[in-house]
């Protein structure tokens, strides 16, 4: 089997014109790249590249003929595709094509899962059975609680009454972009409005110092939040992280914001936090979340991996330190979550049942590609 036909569609929402905020920087409510793989026998796969930055350096590949590495590859394989084109990065001909480092990483992550779909769909098996199946059905949370301009904390209930009226169990709120206190007092309104019987997570998008942080977690206790999402700047927080858990018994979490996945090795390493939330969207794939995964399970952490529930689903349910997904339930937020598949995974009561279609078990919707989508190749 080989791949014959590639596809290159670049997924962007309009503006709303009122933006979701996080501590540091504005979140776009869709900006992605796809990637179908046809192979010579007439199976097609898909797979998703994700960034919150500029994709004009990862579709720069492909106007200096990346697509020939793909062309003609084994999909049935993707280990070796994989380390091919990550291989890349420490090779001459990079620099001589203008191929960035962060973009190889982005466009093999979307390659691997168009394999692994492949690879799925030729077996006749869903994924997370062919990576171990450990049950067919994931818990999820909802991620809120956004700045945005304007929004007060009256608009805030309001946010999270409609989440909790829709049924959700689980609630991550955002923090990080005002003084402690304020924080808090938004936190509050989240902690009062959900109750005390469904989880709260705490995501703080890097913008804490150490000092703060630790004032952080002493004041959070009341509200008994079920993990703290990267708390502390980017620049030490291996070690800082380290320190910071040893200040306190409310679990960290972190790895969404690494380059690679020695990155995430590294947090395990330290011993630096208890949740791993890695996205296969950004790097590695699955080829590479298989081996975060199992390397959670032998040091006892959980995963919990970063966006894209739907794809991610596959890989928690597979194994033991599979713990949740998170989902963006808001079509404002995430239209793509709530468009582009024709048959997304059933989400009820703060579980998400996998689909029984082999791959991914995903079926592209051709009306929101051709709504959200601009062709490449």
């Given amino acids: 089997m080989r791949v014959e036909r590639l596809e290159v569609v670049v997924l962007r929402a309009p503006e709303t014109g009122r933006p979701y905020w996080v501590s540091n920087f504005i979140v776009p409510s869709a900006n992605e790249i796809l990637i179908r793989l046809k192979t010579d026998d007439g199976i097609e796969g898909f797979g998703l590249a994700t960034s919150y930055t500029d994709v004009a350096p990862l579709l720069s590949l492909f106007k200096s003929g990346f697509e020939n590495i793909i062309l003609g590859a084994d999909p049935l394989a993707p280990e070796k595709l994989y380390k091919k084109i990550f291989g890349l990065t420490s090779q001459r001909i990079a620099y001589e ?25 030729a077996a006749g098996l869903p994924l997370y059975k062919i990576f171990g199946g450990y049950r067919d059905k994931v818990p999820y949370y909802v991620t809120c609680a956004y700045y945005r ?17 829709q049924g959700h169990t689980g609630f991550k709120a955002k923090v990080g972009g005002m003084a402690l206190t304020d924080d808090m007092a938004r936190l509050e309104v989240v902690r009062r409005v959900i109750g005390d019987d469904r989880e709260l997570m705490v995501d703080v998008n890097r913008a804490w110092d150490l000092a703060t942080a630790t004032e952080a977690v002493e004041a959070l206790l009341p509200l008994k939040p079920l993990w703290l999402e990267e708390p502390l700047q980017w620049a030490d927080d291996r070690r800082e992280l380290k320190l910071l858990s040893q200040r306190t018994q409310i679990p960290l979490s972190a790895g969404e914001s690494e380059l690679t996945s020695y990155g995430c090795r590294s947090l395990l390493e330290e011993q630096a936090i208890q949740i791993l939330q890695f996205d296969v969207t950004m790097f590695g794939g699955f080829t590479e979340g298989r081996k975060m995964a199992a390397l959670c399970e032998l040091n006892h952490v959980q ?52 689909n029984e279609a082999p791959g991914i078990g995903l079926t592209l919707s051709e009306a929101a590609i051709k709504k959200f989508g601009s062709q490449v190749i």
Avoid at 111 to 118: E, H, K, M, T, Y
């Fill in 303 to 354: 995963v919990t991996p970063h966006h894209d529930c739907f794809i991610h689903a596959q890989l928690v349910a597979s194994t033991p330190a599979g713990c949740f997904v998170e989902a963006f339930t808001d079509p404002e937020r995430d239209p793509l979550q709530a468009e582009l598949y024709e048959n997304p995974p059933k989400m009820k009561d703060g579980w998400l049942t996998l």
């Fill in 97 to 121: 094509r203008g191929w960035a480092r962060e973009a190889l990483i982005r466009i093999s992550s979307a390659v691997d899962l168009a394999c692994w779909d492949i690879m799925g769909k």
């Fill in 149 to 165: 301009d304007g929004k007060d904390l009256g608009e805030l209930r309001e946010e999270i009454e409609l989440l909790s009226d």
